[in-house]
């Protein structure tokens, strides 16, 4: 197979309705403007005393399952899918590079042909059956989100995500509508694990590193944003995570384990049920 080490320089997508199937409103929440009707909700709750204050989450897989397997199974072999999401065979996470740094989604398909015209084609059967890929919200992120916001603390989004295929999610997973405010890379063109969109995202929330938690299920990310200060977990799963920032001293209810039965969850808020 033919292979270039050359990336295409990005032509950043027009964020226009039009091209972004976005409104200019959702256009403004991508690029980190704040989510008004959240922070009325929560604005009397008062925040916790400790030194983390902010909760900052990655998107997919953290807050909602994507997988690339879901629109290409049913057409590929496992093996092809592997190799087309090993960079080193097709180019996957350079194409992806160019698309969340807000890089048109057919500049990224050209990257893969360089290595091989087979995989820029597969990268555009992909792309055309994108939204296949969104496998619904991660089991228990909304009621961590809500955990947090009870206890005070303001809950952000931190993704890398093209502008032409971002207009997916806000409207099928309900949890992005809960967080505060959010930024996607590819409509302030910075992308993790760069220092500039971890900047952009104090400067947009009004936060320091030092009081903020960053998750990401990527370790690079996440040595990314602690090497700027932030405190970080590498998500593994839902579990782990609330585990992670009990152990960092979040207040938010702890798991209950089996020999808990006899136990209430501590913050339960079901008195209206009664």
Same mark, same amino acid.
């Given at each position: 197979?033919?292979?270039?080490?050359?990336?295409? *320089?990005?032509?950043?997508?027009?964020?226009? %309705?039009?091209?972004?199937?976005? !409104?200019?409103?959702?256009? $403004?929440?991508?690029?980190?403007?704040?989510?008004?009707?959240?922070?009325?909700?929560?604005?009397?709750?008062?925040?916790?005393?400790?030194?983390?204050?902010?909760?900052?989450?990655?998107?997919?897989?953290?807050?909602? @399952?994507?997988?690339?397997?879901?629109?290409?199974?049913?057409?590929?072999?496992?093996?092809?899918?592997?190799?087309?999401? !090993?960079?080193?065979?097709?180019?996957?996470?350079?194409?992806?590079?160019?698309?969340?740094?807000?890089?048109?989604? !057919?500049?990224?398909?050209?990257?893969?042909?360089?290595?091989?015209?087979?995989?820029?084609?597969?990268?555009?059967?992909?792309?055309?059956?994108?939204?296949?890929?969104?496998?619904?919200?991660?089991?228990?992120?909304?009621?961590?989100?809500?955990?947090?916001?009870?206890?005070?603390?303001?809950?952000?989004?931190?993704?890398?995500?093209?502008?032409?295929?971002?207009?997916?999610?806000?409207?099928?997973?309900?949890?992005?509508?809960?967080?505060?405010?959010?930024?996607?890379?590819?409509?302030?063109?910075?992308?993790?694990?760069?220092?500039?969109? +971890?900047?952009?995202?104090?400067?947009? +929330?009004?936060?320091? %590193?030092?009081?903020?938690?960053?998750?990401?299920? $990527?370790?690079?990310?996440?040595?990314?944003?602690?090497?700027?200060?932030?405190?970080?977990?590498?998500?593994?799963?839902?579990?782990?995570?609330?585990?992670?920032?009990?152990?960092?001293?979040?207040?938010?209810?702890?798991?209950? @384990? !089996?020999?808990?039965?006899?136990?209430?969850?501590?913050?339960?808020?079901?008195? *209206?049920?009664?």
């Amino acid at each position: 197979m033919a292979h270039q080490n050359s990336v295409e *320089e990005p032509q950043f997508v027009p964020l226009t %309705p039009e091209r972004t199937h976005m !409104s200019v409103e959702q256009i $403004k929440r991508a690029q980190g403007q704040i989510n008004q009707s959240v922070h009325d909700r929560w604005k009397n709750v008062a925040q916790p005393d400790g030194p983390i204050r902010n909760v900052i989450f990655d998107f997919g897989e953290v807050l909602v @399952h994507w997988d690339p397997f879901g629109p290409l199974s049913a057409r590929y072999e496992s093996d092809v899918i592997r190799d087309f999401r !090993s960079n080193a065979i097709s180019g996957f996470d350079d194409a992806n590079d160019v698309s969340d740094h807000g890089g048109s989604l !057919s500049a990224a398909c050209r990257v893969m042909d360089q290595h091989d015209p087979f995989w820029g084609a597969m990268m555009r059967f992909y792309l055309h059956h994108f939204d296949q890929s969104l496998m619904g919200e991660i089991p228990g992120a909304r009621q961590l989100v809500d955990d947090l916001h009870r206890k005070g603390y303001r809950c952000w989004g931190l993704s890398n995500w093209s502008p032409e295929n971002f207009y997916w999610v806000p409207g099928r997973y309900p949890v992005i509508s809960e967080l505060d405010g959010y930024l996607v890379s590819g409509f302030i063109h910075q992308f993790k694990p760069h220092k500039e969109i +971890f900047d952009e995202a104090c400067s947009k +929330f009004g936060i320091t %590193p030092a009081s903020s938690v960053f998750i990401d299920d $990527k370790p690079k990310n996440v040595a990314a944003s602690q090497s700027f200060g932030f405190h970080g977990i590498v998500q593994k799963n839902p579990q782990q995570v609330r585990h992670d920032l009990r152990r960092m001293g979040v207040a938010i209810p702890a798991l209950i @384990h !089996s020999g808990d039965l006899a136990a209430r969850p501590d913050d339960s808020d079901d008195s *209206e049920l009664k």
